[in-house]
Nanobody, 124 residues
Framework: QVQLIESGGGLVQAGGSLRLSCAAAGRTFSRYTMGWFRQAPGKEREFVAAIYWSGDSTTYVDSVKGRFTISRDNAKNTMYLQMNSLNPEDTAVYYC?????????????????WGQGTQVTVSS
């Protein structure tokens, strides 16, 4: 079992940057494929990025390619999302999620564990 805690959200102006962190409690973090999802008010939860449990494969939704970078440090049981060139359309609650030894997936229901979310607000 894995407990996930996100941090790093906040208010930033358009064009700015934020780095989200997802700290995991559990001994087998390195065996979990990890993902970032986001949900804006009135919208469904949306896939943002995912990283394979080994760290050697990543995938992104088209709208964030070239702006966001997902990474992980298995020694620190932590995953990151570096977000650059933010725009108001990136405003949402961002969630991290984990799935044990799963191939990379963009489907929320395939992830077993979720954090509580961190708010990102981008002002124009």
């Amino acid at each position: 079992q894995v407990q996930l805690i996100e941090s790093g959200g906040g208010l930033v102006q358009a064009g700015g940057s934020l780095r989200l962190s997802c700290a995991a409690a559990g001994r087998t973090f390195s065996r979990y494929t990890m993902g970032w999802f986001r949900q804006a008010p009135g919208k469904e939860r949306e896939f943002v990025a995912a990283i394979y449990w080994s760290g050697d494969s990543t995938t992104y939704v088209d709208s964030v390619k070239g702006r966001f970078t997902i990474s992980r440090d298995n020694a620190k049981n932590t995953m990151y999302l570096q977000m650059n060139s933010l725009n108001p359309e990136d405003t949402a609650v961002y969630y991290c999620a984990a799935a044990y030894q799963m191939l990379i997936s963009r489907t929320p229901r395939l992830y077993d564990y979720w954090g509580q979310g961190t708010q990102v607000t981008v002002s124009s």
